[in-house]
């Protein structure tokens, strides 16, 4: 029943890339910092920004907050004011969010296809 809520919560997993592993702890420190100062998020509530996973092509972390407010459209504009301000830490520290990514390790030297001959064609 929506007439009941108190609060709504917000809760995104990102991703850095692997290359920003050093990063990673003062980013998560800084984001849980932002979330228990900003004034939209209810701080009598559960908070968590931890390290959460590795990732197939990221290092995912994920935030875990409740809004003051109940409002559809106001709690719209308080997660994504939360996301930008994510998205500035993890650049001032030099990192990226990650994308998928694939990397391939090629061996030196060719295979040899096992369809093929050593004899030159006639």
């Known amino acids: 029943n929506p007439s009941r809520m108190t609060h709504r919560r917000?809760?995104?997993?990102?991703?850095?890339?692997?290359?920003?592993v050093a990063?990673?702890?003062?980013?998560?420190?800084?984001?849980?910092?932002?979330?228990?100062?900003h004034p939209e998020i209810d701080h009598n509530q559960t908070l968590?920004?931890?390290?959460?996973?590795?990732?197939a092509s990221s290092l995912d972390f994920f935030i875990y907050c409740m809004t003051n407010t109940t409002n559809w459209v106001k709690y719209h504009e308080?997660?994504?004011?939360?996301?930008?301000?994510?998205a500035e830490?993890?650049?001032?520290?030099?990192?990226?969010?990650?994308?998928?990514?694939?990397?391939?390790?090629i061996i030196e030297g060719v295979a040899q296809d096992s369809h093929s001959t050593s004899e030159e064609p006639a």
């Open 23 to 37: 990063q990673l702890p003062a980013i998560v420190a800084l984001v849980k910092s932002m979330l228990a100062e």
């Open 78 to 86: 308080v997660k994504q004011d939360v996301l930008f301000k994510v």
């Open 10 to 20: 917000i809760y995104e997993t990102m991703g850095v890339r692997y290359d920003d």
């Open 48 to 55: 968590i920004v931890n390290f959460n996973q590795y990732g």
């Open 89 to 105: 830490i993890v650049r001032q520290h030099g990192a990226e969010f990650a994308f998928p990514t694939q990397t391939l390790h």
